[in-house]
């Protein structure tokens, strides 16, 4: 066994052994990793949902690498708009809740904003960390448009766990510590995946 594997192990025993019984109801899925594992992915029912959440993080990245020394903002208040208003449309299209997918997508920008902000300040900070290499951006937004479109069906798919608060939590805390310890994500990182998930249950 992998000391990776041993470390994702770990944490969700803590997760589950930080929950009382009798928070959690009876008819709660079982918080056995084993049950819920995605290959290769986090663990939990919301493991397919918390993944695409980091890949859009990690697109984050880049979206810093091709501003930083620009005159291109971090914030783009009409491309956010556009993106929130297509988010509306395709959930209504799907069946999900247009007003809680497009909070939950408010908290995907924001925390690409957290990203690059923290990017920002340590290529500022330290030069020699900065990009060499400038990503375009229009490549990047269909990377974001096809994620918003796959994020949007694990929303879909996730609908009866998201719904019930306790199980989510549970199932929540279990997808994000795995994911941390997946992608090996530094404390930056980790931050933005906290903000990007704060309206998932509920």
């Not at 060499?132 to 994020?151: F, K, S, Y």
């Not at 766990?161 to 994000?176: D, E």
């Amino acid at each position: 066994m992998s000391r990776k594997t041993i470390r994702i192990a770990a944490t969700a025993l803590a997760v589950a052994g930080a929950l009382s019984p009798t928070s959690v109801p009876a008819t709660a899925a079982p918080l056995t990793p084993e049950l819920a594992i995605t290959t290769g992915g986090s663990f939990g029912r919301l493991g397919p949902l918390t993944d695409l959440v980091v890949e859009r993080l990690l697109v984050g990245d880049d979206v810093a690498a091709a501003k930083f020394g620009t005159s291109s903002p971090i914030d783009d208040p009409a491309r956010e708009q556009q993106v929130l208003d297509q988010v509306r449309k395709q959930a209504v299209a799907l069946g999900v809740a247009p007003d809680a997918a497009a909070a939950f997508f408010r908290d995907q920008i924001t925390a690409s904003k957290v990203v690059q902000r923290g990017l920002f300040a340590r290529w500022t900070a330290h030069p020699d960390e900065a990009p060499t290499t400038r990503p375009d951006l229009g490549q990047i937004r269909t990377r974001l448009d096809r994620l918003t479109t796959e994020l949007l069906g694990q929303l879909k798919a996730t609908q009866d766990v998201r719904a019930q608060r306790v199980p989510c939590t549970v199932q929540l805390a279990l997808a994000t510590a795995s994911a941390a310890v997946l992608q090996d994500l530094d404390a930056l990182h980790r931050q933005a995946l906290g903000t990007a998930v704060r309206s998932t249950c509920g």
